[in-house]
């Protein structure tokens, strides 16, 4: 068992010492979109929702070998998340239009693949991500109305789900990347009403700019 634990550690301080680390800042804009289910075939007909514009900002940490295409990505980002909506089921013939914002600290965590082309590159990534909702507000355009999001019996704190992208890098220093999150946590912990649950899903869209030190 000793063995296995000094063996482990020499292969994990092995990639390290062979790496190639970079820490960046990363900036970009969301096309978030809240998948919305609802267990009542008229309340379904009468929501739906549409793309929010949002942002996210953060830092990002490389780790690349330096012999190797493979290697992996940290992230810290505050993103933006939500949706716009159109209700009709509140009050008949009166249709309420709007749109939810929240605002998540995610930890996203990839695979990368990195291909040189010279004083350029391509790269893809898969993996996962963790995020809690740290702030929220949804605003009733329709009323002219804000509301901050109460998290303990609407939406739960806590979101996490696949993501993958794909992007171009210029000198080691500057990427353009693309990125699609897939929600895979029921974010809606509401209390049935009359008998009519429902399900929320985040579904994102981000284009991204970083710059690596």
């Given at each position: ?9 020499l292969v ?5 010492s062979?790496a190639f ?9 969301n096309?978030?979109n ?8 008229d309340?379904?007909?009468g929501?739906?929702t549409g ?10 940490y ?12 940290f992230?810290?980002?505050i993103?933006q998340?939500g949706c716009?909506?159109?209700d009709?089921?509140s ?7 709007g749109?939810e914002?929240?605002?998540?600290l995610?930890?996203p ?11 350029a590159?391509?790269?893809g ?5 963790a995020?809690?909702?740290i ?10 109305t804000?509301q901050d999001?109460?998290?303990d ?10 993501q993958?992208g794909?992007g ?10 693309l ?7 029921n974010s809606s912990i509401?209390?049935?009403i009359?008998n009519?649950?429902d ?10 700019l970083t710059?690596?030190?």
């Amino acid at each position: 068992m000793r063995k296995f634990r000094w063996l482990t550690l020499l292969v994990f301080l092995s990639f390290f010492s062979s790496a190639f680390a970079q820490f960046g800042i990363r900036g970009g804009l969301n096309m978030a979109n809240e998948i919305k289910s609802f267990s009542s075939e008229d309340i379904a007909a009468g929501f739906s929702t549409g793309n929010l514009t949002g942002y996210h900002l953060g830092v990002v940490y490389e780790l690349m070998p330096k012999k190797s295409g493979m290697g992996a990505e940290f992230g810290l980002l505050i993103t933006q998340k939500g949706c716009t909506f159109t209700d009709s089921t509140s009050v008949l013939d009166v249709v309420k239009t709007g749109y939810e914002e929240i605002n998540y600290l995610e930890l996203p965590v990839s695979l990368r693949y990195h291909l040189k082309l010279g004083f350029a590159g391509i790269y893809g990534h898969l993996g996962m991500y963790a995020g809690y909702a740290i702030k929220g507000t949804t605003v009733n355009e329709t009323d002219n109305t804000t509301q901050d999001m109460t998290f303990d019996n609407v939406v739960d704190h806590i979101d996490y789900g696949l993501q993958f992208g794909a992007g171009v890098e210029l000198f080691n220093k500057v990427q353009l990347g693309l990125n699609y999150s897939y929600g895979l946590k029921n974010s809606s912990i509401g209390t049935p009403i009359n008998n009519v649950t429902d399900a929320i899903q985040n579904k994102v869209f981000s284009v991204n700019l970083t710059y690596l030190f």
